[in-house]
């Protein structure tokens, strides 16, 4: 019922499939993290100097990179409408619509401003890690502070 | 060249970006899984600290899969490092390579720059701000508006969602401002 809740105040997405995953099926999101990780850092995505140049437009590159990751992300999902393509284990695919609401502006104007900063989105966080940028652990706690810290003041934000 | 020596050349944009976009099928096609990185960071508050908050109360493990996925995302930055890691510095553009150098960062070796991000760096008030604050913005801002750049700007939009639109336009708007309004007030610090 918690569940449900959320769902209504949050447009996150708690995931459609009633198929229980067990730790061993988890492992194939593992391999699609570590090839989407590698990614990350060679096409530098996870620089701090390519988000600094995207937003002094001294760039093309991330433009680049999030406008085709889009256009070939919209075909996708046409596609798989189109054709009602379902998922392996045959489940019919469900994608949950993202509802409006104010911390979409509130929120998205502070995340931007954190982005800028730190130069990373929260999956870049974790690739920075990786490449052995230790001093992003903090960061990183940082980051799950303010998602708690999110989550215990919710009710008195506007939305 | 060999395949190797290729791969770890940084890879372009039209490589890069597709790549990326990708992920949204074969999430969806693998597990009916939608891609979105911000969750994650939800889904830890709710296993080590949910605290009686309600909005941390429901069956995470349900959603381990994306736990999986960022540790993924993790080794993948491990991987990348080590054994596929371009020798040479990370190449910038002249006028960014200029206005930092006005700050002392003149050290682009890395791709996150050790002048600005390190544990010394963190006892600083620039670095403080840079590492402790630039992160609580990132997880509060991105639960407040619900996704981040994964789940609203790519996935979100891939699936022609408005308000993915709005919030990404937020992102975009508090990232030009941060950049070109305030954060050089933070770097002269």
Redesign the interface.
Known sequence: MNNLENKNTDTERINASQIKDSGFSNLKYLIVGLFFGIVFVKAEIISWFRIQEMFNLQSFFMYGVIGSAVAVGVISVFLIKKFNIKTLQGEKIEIQPKTFSKGQIYGGLMFGFGWAITGACPGPLFAQIGTGATVIVVTLLSAIAGTWFYGLIKDKLPH | MSLLEI?KE?????????????????????????F???????H??AMC?P?N???????WK?????L??????????????YF???PNA?T??P??SE??AGYGITD?T????SQ????E??FTLRGF????????????????????????????????????L???????????????L??PY?LSL
């Open positions: 791969i940084p890879w372009p944009w039209y490589v890069a970006g597709p790549l990326i976009g990708l992920t949204v099928p074969i999430l969806l096609i693998i597990g009916n899984k939608s979105g990185i911000s969750s994650s960071l939800r830890i508050c600290i605290a908050i309600p909005f941390f109360k429901y069956d349900k959603e381990s899969w994306n999986f996925f960022v540790f993924g995302i993790f080794l993948g930055g491990v991987i990348a490092a596929l890691s371009n990370v910038i553009a006028e960014l206005q930092l682009h890395g791709l996150v720059p600005l991000f390190s544990w760096s963190l701000i840079m590492i402790v604050v630039g992160g609580f913005l990132v997880g509060f801002g991105t639960r407040y508006a619900g996704g981040c750049t994964s789940g609203h700007a790519i996935m979100g939009l891939s699936n022609l969602q408005w308000p993915s709005v919030a990404t336009i937020c992102f975009m708007i508090g990232g030009f401002v941060m950049a070109l305030i954060l933070i």
